[in-house]
């Protein structure tokens, strides 16, 4: 069973960076592929970046590409999303999933998902 809890989110200044974290409190959490998502106000769930299990390859939105690096740490069930020169449009609700298989962009090929953190730049 996964279960995860995505904590590290708030208030920043255009600029500035954050480190997401989403902790996996199961037992098969180096099993998973892990993705990070984000939604706006009124758009949909867009890919953000994905890892694999043993860390080895990552892939990020093109966008996103230089700015946002993920990471993982087996030992601590937790999967990490830090992101520098942060941008008002980087404002959204942060989600992490869990898939079994590869890299993957697609929110549907992702079982498990947590609740949400919320990252707001301002200008």
């Known amino acids: 069973q996964v279960q995860l809890v995505e904590s590290g989110g708030g208030l920043v200044q255009a600029g500035g960076s954050l480190r997401l974290s989403c902790a996996d409190s199961g037992h098969t959490f180096s099993s998973y592929t892990m993705g990070w998502f984000r939604q706006a106000p009124g758009k949909e769930r867009e890919f953000v970046a994905t890892i694999t299990w043993n860390g080895d390859s990552t892939y990020y939105a093109n966008s996103l590409k230089g700015r946002f690096t993920i990471s993982r740490d087996n030992a601590k069930n937790t999967v990490y999303l830090q992101m520098n020169s942060l941008k008002p449009e980087d404002t959204a609700t942060y989600y992490c999933?869990?898939?079994?298989?590869?890299?993957?962009?697609?929110?549907?090929?992702?079982?498990?998902w947590g609740q949400g953190t919320q990252v707001t730049v301002s200008s």
């Open positions: 999933a869990a898939r079994r298989g590869g890299l993957n962009i697609a929110r549907r090929e992702y079982d498990y």
